[in-house]
């Protein structure tokens, strides 16, 4: 990797995770989030020199300096997901969607280009219902909009269990300027089983034309072996969460199916200190009637964080020890640990805004195993003699 430090952008930055995830080798020159309240703990944490607080649609491309080694978007999911009703990406001429905002970071995207110094590399980071919200018209639209714009690309899923507790699947875009050269290495001649499941596999199949001759299979080592489970990042004296009185932890196993009391009972059995995650989801009873139920697992994983509005539950602990039980909502802290950063990092004050940046973050860990794996490799591959030019 050069020594010189690689530019880049982030867009939608939320707290930064993704400037987290790239580390020292990089350098934000330009940043930017519609939130006040993720706005204050990005500054708080990096800086505020770079940093713009607006909506992404009115970022001028004069605010962004130079030619950056990579623009990194984990724009907005809610409607490429089922809480969403898959609306999608919309389109100009369509009312924009939340998750259409990514139409006015593509807008910024093609000005660059037009003025002659697009990004050599672009991350799109998202939940998996890009694969097949509005049907695949929204993968093929993301698709067609980087082969237009003369990039090579490809997708991986990624789940961040590889690198932390949490259960947190989601598909990253990777593209490159087709001027670039791409280390052979970098590519696979056909998909992974590990990297492209069934349903990145069937959207890609639905490309032509340009799109399916810019598509790249990346090739992505295996992961690490993940050193840590859930109750490894527990605070055993969380100081922004309490403990449940008894009364309502019993009410939070009232709540539990046959089969999740019995996960319960069995955890009790092992002795020592287990740690279980527990999510409150809307499930129908034998008569069809829906009321809410308790789900817990004690696979040492957490559930996906989600931000605590559209339906999702903020998510509970449950440690059981020498027979007892006591629960409570997850801390600030451990949130952040399940993001994979690290207790220097400044987590907002207040609660819920604390939730909101850790459930709409993207993992640190997988951005810097894509860094490793991809994004570095790409930006030095002018020195490397094995690269191959794009075709």
Same mark, same amino acid.
Not at 106 to 115: D, G, I, N, P, T
Not at 253 to 275: P, T
């Given at each position: ?15 930064? @995770? ?77 009312? @924009? ?76 875009? @990777? %593209? ?10 970098? @590519? ?113 994983? %957490? ?50 805004? %604390? ?33 191959? %030019?794009?075709?």
């Amino acid at each position: 990797m050069p020594n010189i430090p690689l530019t880049f952008y982030e867009f939608f930055a939320g707290g930064g @995770m993704a400037r987290a995830g790239l580390g020292p080798g990089w350098h934000c020159s330009f940043a930017n989030d519609f939130s006040p309240s993720k706005a204050s703990s990005y500054t708080e944490n990096w800086g505020a020199d770079h940093f713009v607080l607006c909506d992404v649609a009115r970022v001028k491309p004069a605010q962004l300096p130079g030619r950056a080694a990579l623009a990194w978007a984990s724009f907005p999911c809610q409607d490429l997901s089922l809480a969403g009703a898959y609306a999608g990406l919309g389109g100009s001429g369509d009312r @924009m969607t939340r998750s259409g905002a990514f139409w006015h970071f593509w807008s910024v995207m093609k000005a660059l280009l037009q003025e002659g110094r697009k990004p050599k590399t672009i991350v799109l980071e998202n939940v998996c219902g890009a694969l097949t919200s509005r049907a695949g018209a929204d993968f093929v639209a993301i698709c067609n909009a980087f082969a237009e714009s003369g990039y090579r690309f490809g997708a991986v899923v990624i789940d961040a269990a590889h690198f932390v507790p949490q259960s947190r699947p989601r598909v990253f875009f @990777m %593209a490159v300027d087709a001027l670039v050269p791409v280390p052979v290495g970098l @590519m696979r001649g056909s998909p992974s089983s590990l990297w492209h499941p069934a349903a990145l596999i069937r959207a890609q199949g639905t490309l032509t034309g340009h799109a399916k001759e810019s598509w790249l299979w990346w090739n992505l080592p295996n992961p690490p072996a993940r050193n840590a489970n859930l109750a490894d990042l527990i605070e055993a004296s969380p100081t922004d969460v309490r403990w449940h009185s008894p009364d309502e932890t019993g009410r939070l196993l009232s709540m539990m199916s046959d089969v999740n009391r019995l996960k319960v009972r069995n955890a009790q059995r092992v002795g020592g200190r287990v740690v279980g995650a527990v999510y409150r989801r809307t499930r129908p009873n034998g008569n069809g009637v829906k009321r809410q139920r308790a789900e817990v697992r004690f696979d040492g994983m %957490a559930g996906c964080l989600r931000t605590p509005g559209g339906g999702s539950s903020r998510q509970t602990i449950v440690v059981i020890e020498n027979g007892c039980i006591r629960s409570r909502l997850l801390s600030s802290r451990e949130l952040a640990r399940l993001m994979g950063l690290p207790d220097s990092y400044r987590m907002p004050s207040r609660y819920n805004e %604390a939730y909101h940046l850790a459930g709409d973050g993207v993992c640190v860990g997988v951005v810097r195993f894509l860094a490793e794996s991809v994004l570095e490799p790409l930006a030095g591959a002018h020195q490397d003699p094995h690269s191959i %030019a794009a075709e």
